[in-house]
Structure formats: C-alpha cells, structure tokens
C-alpha cells in the first residue's frame, strides 16, 4: 500500500491516507507518485500531496499529522520536540543538545536544565 501526506498551506502534514498500490501504476506498470496525486485530487479534491513511506524509504521519515515536508530536504520532519534540539540534516530527526547517557534505563529530558534526569520506576 501507499501512503500520500495531505500538506495545508505551510506544508503541515494534516492528513495521511493509504492508496492501493494498483492506483499509482502507469501503462508500463510502474509506479508514479503524480498518478497517486491525480487519484486523490479527484477523490477528495484539490490538494497539496505529497507521497510518504511507511519504511521511510523516500523523503526520510513516514509523515505523521504535524510534520512538516521541507521540499528543499525532500523530507518530513516531525515537529520539535524542546527548543534546544537540534535538526540532525542526515536523518530529518531532531537530536538533544546531550546524548542520552545510555540505552539500559529510561530517561527524560529536562529543557530547564539541558540533561537527561533518570526515570525512577
């Protein structure tokens, strides 16, 4: 299956939808995004669609509502999570200014303090 972003004017993803790869197949049975496109303008109207990948193997990451698609990038990034992160311009993903002290314990990050606290179970 396919997924398309349905982008608003600030290119904010507010919609994810699942189109039948069957949909997007041109007359030499290759799929194409702009066929994709075409279908859903015609089903739900005019809009700004922009194909996504549920295994983020085009444009990064799998669009989620509140992404945003940077066409110079040609990729989704997820909304920021804290001030002081930083965009990774490899992954489209946003980094903590500190790197997780390590993957065995849960952490939380704290903006007021710019550290990683120990979450106590």
């Given amino acids: 299956m396919a997924h398309f972003a349905k982008l608003n004017e600030k290119n904010i993803v507010i919609d994810v939808v699942v189109v039948n790869n069957n949909l997007l197949l041109n007359k030499e049975n290759i799929e194409q995004e702009s066929i994709g ?15 996504t990948s549920y295994n983020s193997n085009i444009r ?4 989620g509502i509140g992404y945003k698609y940077d066409a ?3 990729a989704f990034i997820p909304p920021k999570p ?5 965009l990774n311009e490899d992954t489209c ?11 065995d314990n849960l952490y939380k ?13």
């Fill in 93 to 103: 993903l946003w980094d903590p200014p500190v790197q997780k002290p390590d993957q």
């Fill in 60 to 63: 990064k990451n799998f669009a």
């Fill in 72 to 74: 110079s990038k040609d």
């Fill in 37 to 51: 496109v075409d279908f859903l303008n015609k089903t739900f109207g005019e809009a700004n669609w922009v194909q």
């Fill in 82 to 86: 804290f001030g002081s992160w930083i």
């Fill in 109 to 121: 990050w704290n903006e007021a303090s710019l550290s990683w606290h120990l979450i106590h179970i």
